[in-house]
């Protein structure tokens, strides 16, 4: 069994819970088509930040 070296402080404590409390993924709209989805991310169209970056099946 595993035994820690020292304690661990509440702040690093606080740190490494600090996903627990995550919401729901930030969304961006897309300027040109008006799509909502992840930010960072492309749009199912192709598009990032207003350009066109994959070409898809409907082009």
């Not at 070296?5 to 819970?17: A, D, Y």
């Not at 088509?33 to 409907?58: L, Q």
């Amino acid at each position: 069994m595993a035994v820690q070296k020292s304690k661990k402080s509440p702040s690093k404590r606080g740190m490494h819970r600090s996903h627990d409390f995550l919401t729901s993924p930030p969304l961006a709209l897309e300027p040109n088509t008006g799509e909502v989805h992840m930010r960072h991310h492309i749009s199912p169209t192709g598009y990032y930040r207003g350009k066109k970056i994959i070409k898809t099946k409907d082009d």
